[in-house]
């Protein structure tokens, strides 16, 4: 392999990385949405049973992050109860919304978990992840630890 094909591949590589990154656009996140409550909205347990989860896709407002709110109370009835879907980036209180999950002490030790990146809450367990954008940082990673590998073998042959 030549040396400079290497670096381009991997050049390309962190070029799309980047634009593929979650970025502050006019167009806001894409969102699981479940368990809302409005009629004909499917609920959360339809979304854990589901095959594919693209019926469950929804674009959020500019500006908003993803959610995925279950209760702390009765396990047979999490799925049924839980809500995922977009909420405002800020508190009512204007705070920016952190990635992560809290319990809320008083609407009844309900656990919420905010994400910043497209489809992010769709984790059936209390931590949502953003496994898309490690998966492609792990890609680069590995793509550049190939190209080291075969650079050195290149000059250790010749």
Known sequence: ????TCGTLLLLLLLSLFLLLPSARSEGVWCYQCGTGV???????DFARASSWTQFWRQCAPDSVCVKS??????????????RG?????????ARHQEGCWTHPTISHALTCYCH???CN?????????????ARVLLVLLLLLFCVMVDHVVVVVV
């Open 70 to 83: 279950k209760p702390a109370w009765d396990e047979d009835k999490l799925e049924r109860q839980t809500v």
């Open 39 to 45: 009629e004909g909205q499917p609920d959360c347990e």
């Open 86 to 94: 977009c909420s405002p980036g800020t508190s009512l209180q204007g």
């Open 1 to 4: 392999m030549k040396s400079g």
């Open 117 to 119: 990146t497209s489809l």
């Open 122 to 134: 769709s984790a059936h367990d209390a931590t949502l992840t953003t496994t898309h954008t490690q």
